[in-house]
């Protein structure tokens, strides 16, 4: 029978009910909802609905992350959008890492999505891939709290599941192959250094994607967590920038 592991304090899921224009926003790969929190309620502050869901098996335990498949991550951040569906006309997807893997993934299925802003999204990771040649290792070192900041500690998983890696593999090559059918507006931010995700993942979804609309923002002072680190500020202005430029 399996564990139940309690949701760590921070990592909840957060909902602000606002005006009728909604802002998904969705952390990533073994992180928490802490990530993208800070976002989540300068959004609130600007009048938006927010909905920041927890990703099946994220924010409690890394053996609890080693049940989820990929798409328990898309059920969670389809549970967000159908909460924000019923609130809102115009609906603004943004997420960090896995975050903006799964925002692409929504612009793919859901073509009613206004615009996204996938920040340091993944599509491909090389580093991954050698995944399956592992054998019986169960558990990786850790990837999360990759912050410039020596101030800031991201909440994320201290080990990583061989398996969830496995799944994540899965989405990537999945949303790859459908990024023509982005159609949305798009701003892309990504960090100049980012050691978790290769930098060239942005480009890579910039030329890829079929939005008239796109736009490539550098982040010059953040690694891969850039919604924690010192270009937050920078990633909230310019994010309502975007949106108020889309409506």
């Known amino acids: 029978m399996s564990i139940q592991y309690p949701v760590l304090k921070d990592a909840e899921p957060f909902y602000f009910e606002g005006n009728r224009i909604g802002i998904l926003v969705s952390h990533g790969f073994t992180g928490s909802t802490q990530s993208m929190r800070p976002l989540g309620e300068a959004y609130a502050k600007a009048g ?8 099946q098996g994220h924010g409690t ?9 990929y798409m328990d991550w898309i059920a969670s951040i389809e549970e967000g959008y159908h909460w924000l569906k019923e609130r809102c006309d115009t609906i603004f997807v943004t997420g960090l890492s896995m975050g903006g893997t799964l925002t692409l993934y929504m612009a793919e299925k859901y073509p009613d999505i206004h615009a996204i802003i996938p920040i340091n999204a993944a599509v491909t990771v090389p580093s991954m891939e050698n995944v399956h040649e592992l054998g019986e290792v169960r558990y990786l070192d850790a990837i999360g709290s990759d912050i ?7 909440l994320a998983y201290e080990k990583t599941s061989v398996q969830s890696v496995k799944e994540i593999l899965q989405l ?3 949303v790859r192959g459908d990024l023509s059918k ?8 990504v960090s100049d250094e980012d050691h978790v995700v290769p930098p060239a993942n942005a480009q890579l979804i910039h030329d890829e994607i079929a939005a008239e609309r796109k736009i490539l923002y550098p982040l010059r002072n953040s690694y891969h967590v850039a919604t924690l680190d010192y270009d937050q500020q920078i990633i909230i202005e310019k994010t309502l920038e975007f949106i108020e430029s889309t409506l």
Do not use: S
Request: glycine content about 2%.
């Open 148 to 154: 410039k900041n020596p101030q800031v500690k991201e």
């Open 172 to 174: 990537m090559e999945k």
């Open 48 to 55: 938006y609905t927010v909905c920041g869901p927890r990703l």
């Open 182 to 189: 982005v159609t949305c507006p798009a701003l892309i931010f």
């Open 61 to 69: 335990h890394y053996e609890d992350m080693e049940q989820a498949t």
